[in-house]
């Protein structure tokens, strides 16, 4: 158990919805990514935050944002959704930015299934 | 600019038979690198990390990569595979002043009876 709780862990939603993605980074850890795993695509960093505020970003698209919230938890939301949004959405934190070398721990992922 | 390179994205090998996996990397400065791990429908799970300590670098699992500047490579190994390894890897790199991970395209370790 990497201590990064996400939910839901699964979920299954129609084209043109919107759904939030919740994350709960580790205790202490103030930096928080969202990564989306699809087949195709791999694992691609979408977005990072740090102590409340975003720090970078990746192959985010417009119809997706993100937060972190004063209690340092953070979501995903994802809107007009498409069926090449189907994938695999990992959270992970760490106690300060990756380029520090610090680890950076995973939580098992939230599975979202667009039909 | 970072990024790796998995240069074999299956490889299969029999129990207690020796595991290589191997990784290439591209860093402007001096990178941070691990191997994560991603059995079914799991998490990523950190294996191991060099931070430009000792060149050889001790994981979870037996596992063990070497550092390597002048081949610039970061193979993954391990002497006796199990079936438990069996699962998806994935190198990865970072560098001072970036703010994220750069993954690569995984192996994914089939290990047979």
């Known amino acids: 158990d990497s201590g990064v709780t996400q939910t839901p862990k699964h979920l299954i939603t129609a084209t043109g919805q919107r759904v939030t993605l919740r994350c709960s980074p580790r205790?202490?850890?103030?930096?928080v990514y969202w990564y989306q795993q699809s087949l195709d695509q791999g694992l691609q960093f979408l977005i990072q935050?740090?102590?409340?505020?975003?720090?970078a970003k990746g192959n985010i698209l417009e119809r997706f944002s993100a937060q972190q919230f004063p209690d340092l938890h953070s979501e995903l939301n994802l809107s007009s959704l498409e069926l090449g949004d189907s994938a695999l959405y990992f959270c992970?934190?760490?106690?300060?930015?990756?380029?520090?070398?610090?680890?950076?721990?995973f939580g098992e992922g939230s599975w979202l299934t667009v039909v | 600019a970072q990024s790796v390179t998995q240069l074999d994205s299956h490889v299969s090998v029999s129990e207690g038979t020796p595991v290589l996996l191997r990784c290439n990397y591209s860093?402007?400065?001096?990178?941070?690198l691990f191997w994560y791990v991603q059995h079914p429908n799991k998490g990523l799970q950190l294996l191991l990390k060099?931070?430009?300590?000792?060149?050889l670098v001790k994981g979870i699992n037996g596992f063990e990569a070497e550092f390597k500047k002048s081949e610039t490579s970061f193979h993954l190994t391990k002497p006796s595979a199990h079936m438990s390894d069996a699962a998806e890897y994935f190198c990865?790199?970072?560098?001072?002043?970036?703010?994220?991970?750069?993954f690569g395209t995984g192996t994914r370790l089939t290990v047979i009876p």
């Open positions: 860093s402007s400065y001096s990178p941070s």
């Open positions: 205790s202490g850890d103030l930096s």
């Open positions: 990865v790199v970072t560098q001072t002043g970036a703010n994220n991970l750069f």
């Open positions: 060099y931070t430009s300590a000792a060149t």
């Open positions: 935050y740090y102590n409340g505020e975003e720090r």
């Open positions: 992970a934190s760490s106690v300060s930015p990756a380029s520090s070398g610090n680890t950076i721990y």
